[in-house]
């Protein structure tokens, strides 16, 4: 059976609720739900205050690491003299491993771990709690480690477009055993917003470019050194150069249902990722423990600026 | 272009080494580099002596929550009376919070995360671990949660195939934008073995089925309390009851590619998940705290008794 192929729904279609700027729930159920268990979260509407705790949230920045999201947080804290960035801060989601939260003001952070199914998981529960919360005109930021594509290491890319293995801007979605696609378009003036901070700043290299995203690490990027590898060096380098081609500079595991599911929930959205090699010139992350913790930062740090310039702090 | 179907690599097959028993890598390219990183377990074969560490390791227990692997390997201390349970145990990979790894005595304990390119990463490098460790006759048994299809919450099943979301027992793996199938059978008697400890424990019921899994959460596996849902209940009810139909007893995100990857390198694999929930009643996981606590403890107890009858200590 052929794939059906649904429209994107964007921001300037009326919300669900009517209101512009509103989070978008595409599913007509949950109006009738007398509590809804966020469980990955472990927060519920009959047990948490929703507005209360996420009403005024307007940022919300996800990454796979947890400890780089609390980082991210009280590097925020700091940038939006909210308050020091070496005290702790709590952990909303404390009451399970599967994910970790932080609040700072308006900034939400929120880890998301590796791969498509877990940032999957991690997005249906976060856009029901916004919708929840009653929030509106929000913007959803990945903020990544990638492998560079023809590009130096520690180069940051903004994603115009996450693309397929197959480079097409396709998401694959499995619906009771049939399969739907989704478009992977990402905010175009959100994205050049992002790269103009990253002039600003004028402390690393930062791209717009076609982002690969890809359902494992090794064999679905051309690796030559995990357990399994059924290719040549030659293909693989035929591959990546192919990708470069078509104007993909990085590969990550996450963008391609980020950008599918803030479409259909009227979420703007960007991903950007911090490159930790040039996938061109090999395939370990070798680089020395410090060098990669400074590149980890550069994501951090521009949507840090963007944040302050939206506040009216730079 | 059609998917290529891989055969799959049996254990009674010579492996790389040539011994039996050991582990096979499938990637002619790993003996020409002179260092391994394995950069998610932050552990390089150039900094970490591996048959040192790892030589004697013969069970290897992996689950998606961090929390629940440490208070397996905890349980198993205390088992197999190599210390006490309430001791704490270190984190083999404290130098990253991707995945957490804790050994004791022959049994290895690794979380994974939740979904199918989060734990790919993971065995991926635990097969190279493995490997370059020098370990022969390793058996790997994935202990984990899922959702029920016609049995009661609580239920344990083992895992006879893993089927994708058309109920085929087959695994799709990119390659180089192509797509190869491969196989998704596990150890029929090793899954019989811990069915038969499962009677002598006597203390929940356990049953042999099929397990679907899946890519997602919410709609991949049907259900009415995503973010985003295009079907109706009884549309959900048919696919879950056509699941049970073709033999399927649990859903859960891991086990597909576990059992490639596992048959692929030669290793004896199983899968025992406890059941959360009954599907066909219901979406939420909302029973108790407690009670869910306990059900998590089910496969450990019947993965710890089957350790214990092999090392003769009951």
Same mark, same amino acid.
């Given at each position: 059976?052929?794939?059906?192929?649904?429209?994107?729904?964007?921001?300037?279609?009326?919300?669900?609720?009517?209101?512009?700027?509103?989070?978008?729930?595409?599913?007509?159920?949950?109006?009738?739900?007398?509590?809804?268990?966020?469980?990955?979260?472990?927060?519920?509407?009959?047990?948490?205050?929703?507005?209360?705790?996420?009403?005024?949230?307007?940022?919300?920045?996800?990454?796979?690491?947890?400890?780089?999201?609390?980082?991210?947080?009280?590097?925020?804290?700091?940038?939006?003299?909210?308050?020091?960035?070496?005290?702790?801060?709590?952990?909303?989601?404390?009451?399970?491993?599967?994910?970790?939260?932080?609040?700072?003001?308006?900034?939400?952070?929120?880890?998301?771990?590796?791969?498509?199914?877990?940032?999957?998981?991690?997005?249906?529960?976060?856009?029901?709690?916004?919708?929840?919360?009653?929030?509106?005109?929000?913007?959803?930021?990945?903020?990544?480690?990638?492998?560079?594509?023809?590009?130096?290491?520690?180069?940051?890319?903004?994603?115009?477009?996450?693309?397929?293995?197959?480079?097409?801007?396709?998401?694959?979605?499995? *619906?009771? !055993?049939? /399969?739907?696609?989704?478009?992977?378009?990402?905010? $175009?003036?959100?994205?050049?917003?992002? %790269?103009? &901070? #990253?002039?600003?700043?004028?402390?690393?290299?930062? *791209?717009? !470019?076609? /982002?690969?995203?890809?359902?494992?690490?090794?064999? $679905?990027?051309?690796?030559?050194?995990? %357990?399994? &590898? #059924?290719?040549?060096?030659?293909?693989?380098?035929?591959?990546?150069?192919?990708?470069?081609?078509?104007?993909?500079?990085?590969?990550?595991?996450?963008?391609?249902?980020? %950008?599918?599911?803030?479409?259909?929930?009227?979420?703007?959205?960007?991903?950007?990722?911090?490159?930790?090699?040039?996938?061109?010139?090999?395939?370990?992350?070798?680089?020395?423990?410090?060098?990669?913790?400074?590149?980890?930062?550069?994501?951090?740090?521009?949507?840090?600026?963007?944040?302050?310039?939206?506040?009216?702090?730079?």
């Amino acid at each position: 059976m052929a794939p059906v192929t649904e429209n994107k729904k964007g921001q300037s279609e009326p919300s669900q609720s009517g209101e512009p700027g509103r989070i978008h729930l595409s599913n007509p159920h949950l109006e009738k739900m007398e509590e809804d268990i966020l469980y990955h979260f472990d927060l519920g509407t009959n047990t948490h205050d929703f507005p209360a705790l996420f009403g005024d949230v307007k940022f919300v920045c996800v990454g796979g690491s947890a400890w780089r999201m609390k980082a991210f947080a009280q590097y925020i804290a700091g940038e939006l003299k909210l308050g020091d960035p070496k005290d702790d801060i709590a952990n909303i989601c404390a009451g399970t491993d599967r994910y970790a939260m932080y609040k700072v003001g308006p900034v939400l952070a929120i880890s998301h771990g590796m791969g498509i199914p877990s940032i999957s998981i991690m997005l249906h529960e976060l856009i029901k709690l916004l919708y929840h919360s009653r929030c509106s005109d929000v913007t959803v930021i990945r903020i990544g480690t990638s492998g560079g594509v023809g590009i130096d290491p520690g180069s940051v890319v903004i994603t115009s477009q996450s693309v397929n293995p197959c480079f097409k801007p396709e998401f694959e979605q499995i *619906v009771l !055993g049939k /399969t739907i696609i989704r478009s992977t378009e990402l905010d $175009g003036p959100l994205a050049q917003e992002l %790269a103009q &901070c #990253s002039q600003e700043i004028d402390e690393f290299t930062t *791209v717009i !470019g076609r /982002t690969m995203c890809t359902l494992d690490f090794y064999e $679905g990027q051309a690796r030559l050194d995990g %357990a399994i &590898c #059924s290719y040549t060096k030659e293909e693989k380098t035929q591959y990546l150069k192919a990708a470069y081609e078509a104007g993909i500079r990085n590969i990550e595991m996450e963008s391609s249902v980020f %950008a599918a599911m803030c479409n259909l929930s009227g979420l703007r959205a960007a991903v950007v990722c911090v490159t930790l090699l040039n996938r061109l010139d090999g395939d370990q992350i070798s680089s020395p423990h410090d060098v990669l913790v400074e590149y980890q930062q550069r994501p951090q740090k521009l949507v840090g600026y963007f944040i302050k310039k939206h506040m009216s702090l730079v």
